[in-house]
């Protein structure tokens, strides 16, 4: 029979070698991580495998565009970019209202700055608003409607700010133009005449 001593000897020493003893839940995740990561090891190896195996057998060879540089590399980002490829790819005429209405978002300012008046551009935010509206309570599937609605107000003042800015460079362009056609343009004899006699009365002066 153990004496309250040992048991209580035993009781710590089992005690121990519980706290000391790796945790079953810590194994199991210890082992799925280890195993997870081999796996990638494992799929990143055979895809690597399979691409030397696809280049020996030229399966990269004569592909269409090698050797040609990537279209529109140098053009600023356009986040419709892959919108207007399908259209022009695919030759699509008639686009479901989300794309549609997204392609229209990206060319409102060249759309608004057709119009000559502030009331042009509030007809066509308020038209296009609605068309976003109705679209949104039509559930007819396709891709989702995701345009943001427009500010009047707010268009029409970044309408006329570029409108302005516009008016400014076509001035100053116009005066460039004439001063160049001036510097370009010999005097005429009336001209050549004037200065001769401005200059004879600064000489009497």
């Keep these: 029979m153990m004496s309250a001593r040992d048991r209580k000897q035993h009781e710590y020493r089992h005690r121990l070698q519980a706290e000391a003893a790796p945790d079953d839940d810590q194994i199991d995740r210890d082992n799925a991580a280890e195993a997870l990561d081999q796996r990638m090891g494992n799929q990143a190896r055979w895809v690597e495998l399979q691409v030397q195996q696809a280049i020996r057998r030229g399966e ?90 427009r500010d009047a107000d707010d268009e029409i003042l970044a309408w006329s700010a570029r409108r302005s800015e516009r008016v400014t460079h076509q001035r100053a362009m116009a005066a460039q133009l004439r001063r160049e056609h001036a510097a370009s343009t010999p005097p005429s004899l009336w001209q050549r005449l004037l200065d001769r006699l401005l200059t004879f009365r600064q000489h009497i002066a």
């Design 60 to 149: 990269f060879d004569d592909l269409p565009g090698s050797g040609k540089p990537i279209p529109d590399i140098d053009a600023p980002h356009d986040p419709n970019w892959w919108l207007k490829q399908l259209i022009a790819r695919e030759q699509i005429s008639v686009l479901p209202p989300a794309l549609a209405l997204r392609n229209e978002h990206a060319e409102m300012d060249d759309i608004l700055d057709r119009e000559s008046t502030p009331d042009g551009v509030r007809r066509i935010i308020d038209d296009f608003n609605a068309r976003i509206v109705e679209a949104r309570r039509q559930l007819q599937g396709g891709p989702p409607v995701i345009t943001p609605l």
